[in-house]
């Protein structure tokens, strides 16, 4: 059975990098397949059956590093690493290179304005010989790699280019008796560098923005585990823990999950209740109630309660790991014009070789002079360096992205921007795209007995969520601040996992009483047992609001009597509607896909004119759905859009 392999790969700049890495492991015995990603700086190998793969491995890394490329396997969700303050292909070597070339620029700058300047050929040499050596180092580096793995690069026509001006220049200032000749072409060789450096930034700025993504997703999962020593509910111990790295972690494991913090691991829980913010993978900013027996997925954020849960799954069968998985795969996948690029670019590099050898031969030996002839060879080999597909292509990505992003479109790929004009669908997500993605206050009523004052009512619901991080209790008190009304004070405030909030106020009309904030469920829960009738009339009360998509709870006194219903929902962002009209005119599909329940889903759809609604749907399940809608029609093509993390598969 074939096995996958994994390594990370530093030093590749461009598609002939990716191309030179996968020729050479196809070369290695046994590599049944090769898929590298420039994006994600990845390798990913199947191998055949071997006993022992990890013997296998240091064979693709030696063929790697053949290749001019440092690699190594990657480790189990391995947090990006910060790059150094300074090297030769970050933004400060770009910077300076261009500094070095500014001087020598000039004179050709200044001359049509008729100031006639040359600097001395010695200060041209000066400034012309860090860029040459130092800063652009890499390209004769990269150039050597690339020739000995049999494959001309980029970096290899940059390298023969500069170098031929820059030896051109000394001929000639020699042949000047080392005083100033009016033929030098330092500055060629100087801005070609620094141009070419200029957009290999460009580009490598852009592959780190495509894994912006991936990196956020990553950022979500802690890096240790508290797993108990203690597998019995009967008098469990929750001190007697370690704490091991999230990669050490087995399925069947307890681990211990306290208040606030990120579960690290896919499990079902076994003690313990709480409610828990699952955004990451739902986009729904409404906490989940989870009870034992509940599953729940690592990289969502533990609520009020303490859990002890069973891992299920952990390292690269969790979801969080799919998740990323997925993400990569996406990113992996060429545009047809990149496939065109790795396919030209591989003959790009000695074809223009040997024209400009070729045009050596026939103009000295028929036409000109030795000199002569070697400037327009140089030249042919200078104009060549900077080309469409080493700068004009990274450049053109970074603008056009650019513009999108300061409209608020995040693109993922390339292959994104060339097939947009083509769209016969677009799904959009709920939460954040569509909507604000805050939960608001809509409406409260005052269902009081005792005419109760309506600022009143609102002050006891803010007092009861001051200092609670729950959306519904920032809501309330964005809405009590803008109301201009001062909380009440409360004491001994307690969570109730999965119903709301209690506690005992200090002052007002209801001073040392009980009051409790309950979500519709538990209130209905509550009165069901002492007045039925009762139950019946507040659950017509909330109908109206629950029709309407929005969530609903209770103010209530001791817990027997409600004072106020408080009606939560989210808005529609300015513009919606008018979009999705144009998108209609333009004969494009409209299909909503939410993982939020089916009476809210079609609620916001119907507002805003969508035609198709999906509702309660993962990450997972809407990659499966867009595959669907691509499937219904032969010329199908669907765009996602969603603005968080959870919708970038």
């Known amino acids: 059975m074939s096995q996958l392999v994994t390594l990370k ?15 050479s492991l196809l070369k290695v015995e046994g590599v049944d397949a090769a898929s590298v990603n420039l994006a994600t700086e990845k390798a990913q190998v199947r191998v055949g059956d071997l006993e022992n793969v990890d013997t ?9 590093e053949k290749a001019g490329f440092e690699a190594s396997r990657l480790e189990c969700l391995k947090k990006t690493q910060k790059p150094s303050f300074f090297d030769l292909h970050g ?3 770009v910077l300076l290179s ?8 000039l004179p050709m700058v200044l001359m049509p304005f008729g100031w006639h300047v040359m600097l001395p050929a010695s200060v041209q040499f000066l400034l012309a010989t860090p860029v040459q050596f130092i800063l652009g180092s890499r390209f004769y580096i990269a150039g050597f790699h690339g020739l000995r793995s049999g494959s001309g690069n980029m970096d290899l026509l940059v390298a023969v280019g500069t170098t031929a001006a820059y030896g051109l220049s000394i001929y000639e200032w020699y042949l000047s008796g080392w005083g100033n000749p009016h033929q030098i072409y330092f500055e060629s060789s100087a801005v070609v560098i620094s141009l070419v450096m200029l957009g290999k930034w460009l580009e490598m700025r852009a592959k780190k923005e495509t894994t912006a993504a991936i990196s956020a997703l990553q950022a979500l999962w802690p890096n ?5 020593a203690q597998q019995s509910l009967e008098n469990l111990d929750y001190r007697n823990y370690q704490n091991l790295a999230i990669d050490q972690v087995i399925p069947g494991d307890w681990v211990l999950v306290l208040p606030g913090e990120r579960i690290p691991v896919d499990g079902v829980i076994l003690l313990g209740s709480s409610e828990v913010d699952e955004s990451m993978l739902t986009g729904e900013t409404q906490l989940i109630a989870k009870e034992p027996a509940a599953l729940v997925t690592g990289g969502s954020l533990n609520g009020s309660g303490r859990l002890v849960i069973q891992a299920q799954g952990v390292g690269e069968e969790s979801t969080l790991a799919k998740m990323i998985r997925m993400v990569e795969d996406a990113q ?16 790009f590099v000695p074809t223009v070789i040997v024209i400009a050898i070729l045009n050596f031969l026939v103009t000295y030996f028929f036409f000109e002079t030795f000199e002569t002839s070697l400037i327009r060879s140089v030249a042919i080999l200078v104009i060549a360096c900077p080309c469409a597909l080493g700068l004009a292509t990274p450049v053109a990505i970074m603008a056009g992205t650019g513009v999108a992003a300061k409209s608020g479109i995040l693109i993922k790929d390339a292959q994104a921007l060339e097939l947009a004009h083509r769209l016969t669908t677009i799904a959009f997500d709920k939460t954040g795209t569509l909507t604000i993605g805050h939960p608001q206050l809509m409406t409260y009523k005052n269902v009081s007995l005792d005419s109760l004052d309506d600022l009143i009512l609102l002050s006891l619901a803010m007092g009861l969520q001051v200092g609670s991080e729950h959306p519904l209790a920032k809501a309330i008190i964005d809405y009590g601040e803008q109301q201009s009304v001062t909380p009440q004070v409360f004491r001994d405030v307690a969570i109730q996992s999965g119903k709301g909030i209690q506690g005992i106020c200090e002052d007002g009309p209801y001073s040392e009483q009980s009051l409790s904030l309950l979500s519709h469920h538990a209130w209905l829960e509550i009165i069901k047992l002492s007045n039925p009738i009762l139950a019946q009339q507040y659950q017509q009360e909330a109908e109206i609001e629950l029709s309407k998509g929005h969530s609903v709870s209770w103010l209530v006194l001791n817990q027997q009597t409600a004072l106020g219903m408080f009606a939560f929902g989210d808005q529609l962002k300015p513009g919606v509607k008018e979009v999705i009209a144009r998108l ?21 759809a119907k507002q805003v004119g ?11 399940d809407k990659a499966q759905l867009i595959k669907q809608l691509k499937s219904e029609h032969v010329e199908a093509y669907v765009a996602m859009v969603g603005d968080g993390v959870n919708d970038a598969p």
Not at 9 to 23: L, N, Q, W
Not at 98 to 105: D, N, T
Not at 332 to 347: C, F, M, Y
Not at 610 to 620: H, K, M, T
Request: glycine content about 2%.
């Open 91 to 93: 933004p400060y070597a």
């Open 98 to 105: 261009i500094l070095l070339s500014l001087p020598l620029v």
């Open 9 to 23: 790969i530093d030093g590749m700049t461009c598609a002939s990098c990716v191309a030179r890495v996968e020729k």
């Open 56 to 64: 296998y491995i240091p064979h693709l890394i030696k063929a790697i």
């Open 224 to 228: 240790e585990a508290k797993v108990l």
């Open 610 to 620: 969508i035609d198709r609604v999906f509702s309660q749907v993962l990450p997972a």
């Open 332 to 347: 992996a996948e060429k545009a047809p014009i990149q496939r065109l690029v790795d396919q030209v670019s591989s003959w």
């Open 584 to 604: 209609k005119a333009m004969q494009i599909q409209t299909v909503m896909i939410s993982g939020d329940n089916r009476i809210v889903a079609e609620m916001i």
